[in-house]
């Protein structure tokens, strides 16, 4: 029986790929190194210093006081971008989607890799639907490894194979999958061939369809 679902934030309930896109695009272009669109989908779910390094590939001289400096600089351009968030930033039909689980009495954990997680809920005001919010930095490991989702379930007392989770990002789903709980998959079925089921936005999220 369906008792909770973890669901992700950035790609899931609001747009902030583009937000991160553009401040890594900065950061790649200052440092002389191509990136376009196409190498930000691999970024999707994966943790600032795993996409900094992901970024930097095997390119020698940043030891880890650089990288540091690095992130920290994309950080700052990111929270520009960000810096007008409001409730209007929120997808259509992202409300309703929490609203529903509340009104079926489910758990609901926020399981986002981003450590700017609760500032944007909070600007979009719907930090009171969610029962908890995960500290990425209080995890092991980040996505696709299972850390966030099994820290919500054990967060709202309720098993893995009790719950749900929602992403955008093939490490989610991966990750989601690892933890033991089923996926709903927002996107592309080619994007996200191992999710248990596909919407193409979460205005399409449908309890009912998850429930049986
Ligand atoms: P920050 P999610 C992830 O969030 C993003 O998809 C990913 O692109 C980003 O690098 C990561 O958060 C870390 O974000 O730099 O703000 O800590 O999809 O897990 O909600
Ligand atoms: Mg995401």
Known sequence: M???VAFDLDGVLTDTARAHYRAWKKLADMLAIPFDEEAN????GVDRMGSLALILGDRP???EAERIRLATLKNDWYLEEIAHFG???LFPG???ALEQCRAAGLGIAL???SRNAPL???RMQVAELFDTIIDPASLAAGKPAPDIFLAAAEALGRAPAEMLGVEDAPAGVQAIHAAGMKAVGVGDRAALPDADWIIPAIADFDLAA???
């Not at 989908?41 to 999707?44: N, Q, S, V």
């Open 87 to 89: 409730p209007e930033d």
């Open 61 to 63: 001289g940043h030891d």
């Open 120 to 122: 944007l809920i909070a």
């Open 2 to 4: 369906l008792k909770g």
């Open 210 to 212: 998850y429930s049986a």
């Open 111 to 113: 399981a986002s890799a």
């Open 94 to 96: 992202a409300r309703e």
């Open 41 to 44: 989908e691999a970024l999707k």
